[in-house]
Every structure is written in structure tokens, then in C-alpha cells.
């Protein structure tokens, strides 16, 4: 250790990583933090976390840099300890990275969820998951509806996506499709709003979590957190319903912080059942009640449609997938590849021979990923290489199975048909039963 304060590096994702430096580690003198390092998202290292957030303790920022070069940084910055900030980590992963940090001669370290929870006057319930692609957004649109029929004013806050200009996004107020251009987001940001932007609600994101919570306890009732990325939640929940995938069952027990998420669940609903096989749901609700006995366990489906199916039966198509699911998520498809199934495509055409850019890149990175296009798009130059990539392959329609509309975006010369999706509970409380238990525990039923 060097004097008497510990250096540190903080290695994320851009959200968490910031996250925890606001809350935890910004106005402490017992720590330095020297630097972050960025995973996952493609094109956001390099960059630097601003004087301005970052306070008068960093009068330069704090440099972020590729996680590769965590060996190097931690010997030339005399690193104390690394600190894991960010998610959707298999605990192979999160052995892997703390060996590198140890033989690098850091510490390493993992902050309680309880220690950068922020506390709210406001009542909160949390929708979270055990990995992406699990079907969270669905559970969460399913909750607000509840919740917009009891009369409450609710206000959305979304796990953060910072990937552009920091100093601009340290609070986003979403009220219209329009706020999407003031803001810059990219497809993936898109793909979570839209949801409650259709819905009539505000949704608020952004890097600083103590404003952007200050507003939302302006503006609402009641508190929705719907965490991204498998992460756990930023505002401690008065309630929290927790998603697993029953086509990836043990993930449950097997990830970071999924586990995490399980255990502190008041309710879980194991998602795609229908799809998954009973030997597979049975594995996953065995592994929740002996972590979280307590849990309520719902069973439920994704009950998936599109626009129009004409245009898919017979036909060669490309399919678009949620881009997080497929690559880091771990997910081989989605909704899109279920859809082009269920209406009778003739042939999912196979993108690589066709990929360009950072296309081709996710599809060699991630070679679990199955006959789909994953919907990348965090810059210009990402968004332009899915429109190449798209307007290339040799289909008659593309289907989208991304939850934002994205084809307003896309410049192709072939029809493009939008899937939707709906929560349908099966066994178990329905997702009205969970709220009515939320709203009494708050006092509000």
C-alpha cells in the first residue's frame, strides 16, 4: 500500500463503475481511485470520467481504459485493489478476473449491493433478473400496467447505459420519442424506453443516481427500478421481483450478481417455460427455493407476436436480436428467431457471410450466437455497419426482435416486420397479486 491511502482501480461496464464512485468512493480519503477500466460495450474505453462528476479530488478526471490492459495498469498505477463494478458475469468470469488482479499483486474486492444503495422517501419496487435476455422488460411493462390501474403516478428508473457524453447524461428525463435525438442514446437505450414512452410515463436514467432520484421523487407516486444488465438495484426496493430464464437453467446459481438477485427476491418468475422443457423449469425453481425458501415462484411465458406475418411465412429472413441478450447475455436468440419459427419462415438466413464492421466482430466474438443479427449500435459507425450488414444478406424481410422500433433507423430495400411480446403467468401469483402485496407492504393498499 502506498501511505496510508489504498489505490484503486475500478473495472465496469459504464454504469455500475460510475455508480460506485459517486456513492462509495468520491469523497473518501481512504481511497484514490486511478483509474477505470470498460468492458462488453464496444467503443466505450478511451474515454475519461470528467473533472466535473468526478469532483474537486480528481481536478484531471479519472483516465478508463480496456480492461485488457488491467496487468499493465495495476502494476504501473501501484494498484491496491481491484474493485469488481459490473455484471452479467458467470463465476468463472468473476474467478478469472480476480486471478488476474491477484497475480498482478491487487487485491480484490466486491461491494454488498447494500453499500451503494441509495434510500428513497418514495415506495420502490425493483424489477431485476439473473441474466440478460431473461425477459425483465416484459415483467416490468406487466408491473407498471398493474400499477397505472390502481391510479399511482409511477416513475420509471433505468439501470444506466452512459455511453456518450458523461457530462451531458447525468440526468436524463425521457418524456417523448423526441428526447431520444436531444440525448443522443443508442439502439440498446432505445430498446429500454420505448416501452414507457408508449405507455405515457417519463423514464429517467443518466450517470449521477442521487439527482436522477431526486427528480423521479418529484415527479411520481412510486418508484419502478428496472435494473439492466442482471444488475442489482441502485435505490433500495421496498419489494423486489427477481426474473430467471428457464432455458438457461442454474444460471440462477451460477452468475454475478444473478445469485445475488435470487436471494434477495421477494417473488421470482421463471420466464419461457413453455419453451424450456419441464426437466429445465423444475431445475430452476429447485435451485430458488433452496437459496430464497421465502420467494413467491411464478411460471410464465413470453407469448410472442409480430405486426405482420404475412410477410414471414415462405420467406427467407433476417432476424435481429436484442444485442446485449446474444453477446454478453449469453442467449444463442430471442423473441425475433422464436417469431420467424412460430409464423413459418422458410429459411433464418445465417448473417456472417455477410457482416460487416462491428457486426462481424460480435459474430466471431460471441460464437454461441445462432442464426441472428445482433441489433449493435452504441455509435454512428456501429448503427451504419447493421445497415450494411442488413441491406447485404439475401432475405426478403428482416425481422425485428429488438423492443424498440428500430427500423426508422435502417435504410434497407426490404420489408421489415416488428415482433411484440407479452407476459402470460401460467402457475403461480399473477403479476397483479405481486403489486397488491407491494402496495401493502408500502401502506398504500
Same mark, same amino acid.
Given at each position: 500500500?502506498?501511505?496510508?491511502?489504498?489505490?484503486?482501480?475500478?473495472?465496469?461496464?459504464?454504469?455500475?463503475?460510475?455508480?460506485?464512485?459517486?456513492?462509495?468512493?468520491?469523497?473518501?480519503?481512504?481511497?484514490?481511485?486511478?483509474?477505470?477500466?470498460?468492458?462488453?460495450?464496444?467503443?466505450?474505453?478511451?474515454?475519461?470520467?470528467?473533472?466535473?462528476?468526478?469532483?474537486?479530488?480528481?481536478?484531471?478526471?479519472?483516465?478508463?481504459?480496456?480492461?485488457?490492459?488491467?496487468?499493465?495498469?495495476?502494476?504501473?498505477?501501484?494498484?491496491?485493489?481491484?474493485?469488481?463494478?459490473?455484471?452479467?458475469?458467470?463465476?468463472?468470469?468473476?474467478?478469472?478476473?480476480?486471478?488476474?488482479?491477484?497475480?498482478?499483486?491487487?487485491?480484490?474486492?466486491?461491494?454488498?449491493?447494500?453499500?451503494?444503495?441509495?434510500?428513497?422517501?418514495?415506495?420502490?419496487?425493483?424489477?431485476?433478473?439473473?441474466?440478460?435476455?431473461?425477459?425483465?422488460?416484459?415483467?416490468?411493462?406487466?408491473?407498471?400496467?398493474?400499477?397505472?390501474?390502481?391510479?399511482?403516478?409511477?416513475?420509471?428508473?433505468?439501470?444506466?447505459?452512459?455511453?456518450?457524453? $458523461?457530462?451531458?447524461?447525468? &440526468?436524463? #428525463?425521457? !418524456?417523448? *420519442?423526441?428526447?431520444?435525438? +436531444?440525448?443522443?442514446?443508442? /439502439? @440498446?437505450?432505445?430498446?429500454?424506453?420505448?416501452?414507457?414512452?408508449?405507455?405515457?410515463?417519463?423514464?429517467?436514467?443518466?450517470?449521477?443516481?442521487?439527482?436522477?432520484?431526486?427528480?423521479?421523487?418529484?415527479?411520481?407516486?412510486?418508484?419502478?427500478?428496472?435494473?439492466?444488465?442482471?444488475?442489482?438495484?441502485?435505490?433500495?426496493?421496498?419489494?423486489?421481483?427477481?426474473?430467471?430464464?428457464?432455458?438457461?437453467?442454474?444460471?440462477?446459481?451460477?452468475?454475478?450478481?444473478?445469485?445475488?438477485?435470487?436471494?434477495?427476491?421477494?417473488?421470482?418468475?421463471?420466464?419461457?417455460?413453455?419453451?424450456?422443457?419441464?426437466?429445465?423449469?423444475?431445475?430452476?425453481?429447485?435451485?430458488?427455493?433452496?437459496?430464497?425458501?421465502?420467494?413467491?415462484?411464478? $411460471?410464465?411465458?413470453?407469448? &410472442?407476436? #409480430?405486426? !405482420?406475418? *404475412?410477410?414471414?411465412?415462405? +420467406?427467407?429472413?433476417?432476424? /435481429? @436480436?436484442?444485442?446485449?441478450?446474444?453477446?454478453?447475455?449469453?442467449?444463442?436468440?430471442?423473441?425475433?428467431?422464436?417469431?420467424?419459427?412460430?409464423?413459418?419462415?422458410?429459411?433464418?438466413?445465417?448473417?456472417?457471410?455477410?457482416?460487416?464492421?462491428?457486426?462481424?466482430?460480435?459474430?466471431?466474438?460471441?460464437?454461441?450466437?445462432?442464426?441472428?443479427?445482433?441489433?449493435?449500435?452504441?455509435?454512428?459507425?456501429?448503427?451504419?455497419?447493421?445497415?450494411?450488414?442488413?441491406?447485404?444478406?439475401?432475405?426478403?424481410?428482416?425481422?425485428?426482435?429488438?423492443?424498440?422500433?428500430?427500423?426508422?433507423?435502417?435504410?434497407?430495400?426490404?420489408?421489415?416486420?416488428?415482433?411484440?411480446?407479452?407476459?402470460?403467468?401460467?402457475?403461480?401469483?399473477?403479476?397483479?397479486?405481486?403489486?397488491?402485496?407491494?402496495?401493502? !407492504?408500502?401502506?398504500?393498499?
Amino acid at each position: 500500500m502506498v501511505g496510508l491511502v489504498k489505490r484503486v482501480i475500478i473495472i465496469g461496464a459504464a454504469g455500475r463503475d460510475f455508480h460506485n464512485f459517486l456513492v462509495y468512493f468520491k469523497d473518501n480519503p481512504e481511497y484514490e481511485v486511478v483509474a477505470f477500466t470498460a468492458t462488453q460495450i464496444p467503443g466505450i474505453e478511451r474515454r475519461r470520467f470528467p473533472p466535473e462528476l468526478a469532483g474537486p479530488r480528481y481536478p484531471q478526471g479519472i483516465p478508463i481504459y480496456p480492461e485488457s490492459e488491467l496487468p499493465r495498469l495495476i502494476k504501473e498505477l501501484k494498484v491496491d485493489e481491484v474493485v469488481l463494478s459490473y455484471s452479467d458475469l458467470t463465476y468463472n468470469d468473476v474467478g478469472r478476473i480476480a486471478s488476474t488482479a491477484l497475480s498482478a499483486g491487487a487485491s480484490f474486492k466486491l461491494l454488498s449491493p447494500f453499500d451503494t444503495a441509495l434510500r428513497s422517501f418514495k415506495p420502490v419496487i425493483a424489477v431485476t433478473a439473473v441474466r440478460t435476455g431473461a425477459g425483465k422488460s416484459t415483467v416490468s411493462r406487466a408491473v407498471v400496467r398493474e400499477l397505472i390501474k390502481t391510479g399511482l403516478k409511477v416513475v420509471p428508473i433505468r439501470h444506466p447505459m452512459p455511453y456518450g457524453d $458523461l457530462v451531458k447524461s447525468v &440526468v436524463q #428525463v425521457f !418524456r417523448t *420519442e423526441s428526447d431520444f435525438d +436531444k440525448y443522443g442514446i443508442t /439502439v @440498446e437505450e432505445r430498446e429500454e424506453y420505448e416501452q414507457y414512452i408508449r405507455l405515457g410515463l417519463p423514464v429517467l436514467a443518466g450517470v449521477d443516481y442521487g439527482r436522477i432520484l431526486l427528480e423521479a421523487e418529484k415527479m411520481g407516486d412510486v418508484i419502478l427500478w428496472d435494473g439492466g444488465n442482471n444488475d442489482c438495484p441502485f435505490i433500495r426496493p421496498d419489494y423486489m421481483i427477481t426474473v430467471a430464464d428457464a432455458m438457461r437453467p442454474g444460471q440462477e446459481v451460477s452468475s454475478y450478481p444473478g445469485e445475488v438477485n435470487a436471494r434477495l427476491a421477494d417473488a421470482v418468475v421463471v420466464n419461457k417455460v413453455s419453451r424450456a422443457g419441464r426437466e429445465n423449469v423444475e431445475k430452476v425453481v429447485s435451485n430458488v427455493r433452496k437459496i430464497n425458501p421465502k420467494a413467491k415462484v411464478v $411460471l410464465a411465458d413470453m407469448e &410472442v407476436t #409480430v405486426d !405482420r406475418p *404475412e410477410l414471414i411465412k415462405g +420467406k427467407k429472413v433476417a432476424v /435481429v @436480436e436484442d444485442s446485449p441478450s446474444v453477446t454478453h447475455g449469453g442467449l444463442p436468440y430471442g423473441a425475433g428467431y422464436v417469431a420467424a419459427e412460430k409464423y413459418g419462415a422458410a429459411e433464418i438466413v445465417d448473417p456472417r457471410p455477410y457482416a460487416v464492421g462491428i457486426i462481424k466482430t460480435m459474430l466471431e466474438e460471441y460464437p454461441h450466437m445462432g442464426s441472428v443479427v445482433p441489433s449493435t449500435g452504441y455509435t454512428p459507425e456501429q448503427l451504419r455497419d447493421l445497415n450494411e450488414t442488413l441491406r447485404r444478406m439475401d432475405v426478403d424481410v428482416v425481422v425485428l426482435g429488438t423492443p424498440a422500433d428500430i427500423s426508422k433507423l435502417l435504410s434497407i430495400d426490404v420489408p421489415i416486420v416488428k415482433v411484440s411480446w407479452e407476459l402470460k403467468v401460467l402457475e403461480g401469483p399473477t403479476i397483479e397479486d405481486l403489486v397488491k402485496e407491494f402496495l401493502t !407492504r408500502v401502506g398504500l393498499k
